[in-house]
């Protein structure tokens, strides 16, 4: 939703690219925690389907962008496969893998508009692009194509640096293995990736600003490529030895001083340490849930393959040290860092979702060939057992409508940000609400809000926290607090049915002082200071309330306690 509103906004004003954005966590304003790149290219593209008459509207354009570029992630993936050798075949059930794969929907649907799609895009061109240099690695147009895509990648999501680890790692074995690579392809992938970073970092204001942090494109990405550069050309120009080694050890361990905050920051948020990362359900391990009773739920998000998964991680390690020499180990390193990450976080199945299939493919692919006799019987089992293990999310996921904004609370709530449209163009202001709202109401109005779902820097947790200091005050309590609040809108995190009667569980482990104030209680009681705008109600459940939009008018505050 909030690239949503960048997008539009670059389109009303291309000249008015803002990295810094004063609505979001007020009063203060923060940098935004991705890089310009995506949302940039996607209003470039919005503005090309507007001036050549697709629609007037820009956002129509953009919602169609992930889907058409579903086109790319699969061309990506045969290319792939075609460096892997693997036969038609199962190049074609590869093909079939991604097209089934529920994750593909989530990653392209129509209206998905966040930039995980694009993140994918580079992770297989990355792959595709390393195993072509690798394979004729003197080749000047392949070594430019594979560096610019790793020093461009960045541009889309600043944690894309980690793509040049795994064609770093692959020198290494090869410099260890005595395997020449082209020294003048590795100087130009080298000299391709710095100039490709500093092409993206150029326009970046936390590099214009100096800063030096991984979740900003900052001078942290700049000192990344340098590294990665000169550990390429290191590596290809130096003969193993160990003297060598005993130097690029002492060097990687230099090299990596400055970014031990960095690589802790790091650490902490992929495997939820930091501030209320852990109560996210996209932040949650795969393999965690698979200990619980909602495990049937990953049969729909990733099929069944996601039970096979630890299995082929390891066949992956093991393919990592029978081919430390072949160009493949790329591929099986590749494999092995996404299957980590998919392991870390269920929203990162991005980085690993192709490697869930493509494994256990390659080794369908090599069987077939290796039992001539019995090569089309082994296929057609193959293709046998792939749909089977794709049966759950065929039947449950994929032909299942997705919710509205990937939001269930999103239809009732949609007429309530009308209604704070309307009131924010007549009287911008701040509105207090919980952080799970705070891209809907900074897309949909012109008010600002204190936290939303950007939860990575220092700050964002700060006001995370103070949102949930605001919620457990009451409503008169939080007059005195907060002054700069003009609006408050308050529901609860999930309401379910018990006994036939509604239970409502609020945000925060419950502590609801403000929403017991100005959710439940009758009007009379609520402060004359607010003033009820919009109301959601249950009439099917005895008209109960859902949720309520409050205007404070802070003069009659005053006015009261100036009177008493």
């Known amino acids: 939703m909030y690239h949503a509103r960048r997008i539009v906004d670059t389109v009303a004003h291309p000249d008015d690219f803002y990295e810094f954005d004063k609505k979001i966590h007020a009063p203060e304003g923060s940098l935004l925690p991705w890089p310009w790149g995506y949302d940039y290219a996607m209003a470039q593209i919005a503005r090309a389907g507007v001036a050549i008459g697709l629609s007037s509207n820009p956002i129509e354009i953009a919602a169609w962008v992930p889907p058409a570029a579903v086109v790319v992630s699969i061309a990506l993936l045969l290319l792939i496969c075609a460096e892997l050798g693997l036969s038609s075949w199962v190049t074609v059930l590869a093909g079939l893998c991604m097209a089934l794969s529920p994750t593909t929907q989530v990653l392209h649907g129509v209206g998905q508009l966040d930039h995980h799609f694009a993140e994918f895009i580079f992770i297989l061109a990355a792959l595709a692009f390393g195993l072509r240099w690798l394979r004729q690695s003197d080749s000047i147009p392949k070594a430019i194509v594979l560096g610019i895509t790793l020093g461009m990648a960045p541009a889309i999501h600043n944690a894309l640096f980690i793509l040049q680890l795994p064609i770093l790692i692959v020198l290494g074995s090869f410099w260890i293995a005595h395997q020449p690579i082209s020294r003048r392809g590795a100087k130009i992938v080298a000299a391709s990736l710095v100039a490709g970073t500093i ?141 980590t990450l998919l392991f870390l976080q269920l929203r990162l199945h991005y980085f690993g979702g192709f490697a869930l299939y493509l494994p256990w493919l390659f080794i369908v692919d090599r069987w077939s060939k290796r039992s001539a006799l019995h090569q089309t019987k082994i296929l057609l089992v193959a293709t046998l057992i792939l749909i089977l293990l794709y049966a759950p999310p065929l039947r449950y996921q994929i032909a299942a409508p997705a919710p509205i904004s990937n939001e269930m609370s999103f239809v009732p709530l949609r007429p309530m940000f009308a209604a704070l449209e309307k009131e924010c163009a007549k009287d911008p202001g701040v509105v207090l609400a919980d952080n799970n709202l705070g891209h809907f109401l900074r897309y949909y109005t012109d008010c600002s809000v204190i936290a939303n779902n950007f939860l990575l820097t220092p700050q964002h947790f700060q006001k995370v926290d103070e949102v949930r200091r605001y919620l457990s005050m009451s409503a008169k309590e939080l007059e005195v607090a907060a002054p700069f609040v003009k609006y408050v809108l308050v529901r609860p995190a999930e309401v379910g049915a018990k006994d036939g009667q509604l239970r409502y569980r609020f945000f925060f482990d419950g502590n609801s002082r403000l929403a017991n104030d100005l959710l439940f209680d009758a009007p009379e009681r609520v402060p004359p200071s607010y003033e009820l705008l919009y109301e959601v109600r249950f009439e099917e459940a005895g008209n109960l309330p859902y949720a309520k939009l409050y205007r404070i008018n802070h003069d009659k505050a005053s006015a009261g306690a100036t009177t008493k």
């Open 199 to 339: 092409g993206i970092l150029m326009p970046s204001e936390p590099f214009q600003m100096g800063r030096f942090e991984y979740y900003t494109l900052s001078w942290f990405h700049a000192y990344v490529a340098l590294c990665s550069a000169a550990t390429c050309i290191y590596f290809t120009h130096t003969s193993f030895r160990r003297s060598t080694l005993i130097v690029a050890l002492a060097a990687i361990a230099l090299l990596f001083i400055p970014l031990l905050t960095q690589i802790h920051h790091g650490s902490e948020f992929l495997v939820g340490n930091l501030g209320i990362l852990k109560a996210i359900a996209e932040m949650q391990p795969p393999l965690k849930i698979a200990l619980t009773p909602d495990r049937i739920a990953l049969n729909r998000i990733y099929s069944l393959f996601i039970w096979a998964a630890p299995a082929a991680w390891l066949i992956c390690l093991i393919a990592c040290w029978r081919e430390r020499a072949d160009r493949r180990l790329l591929f099986w390193l590749t494999s092995i860092m996404g299957l």
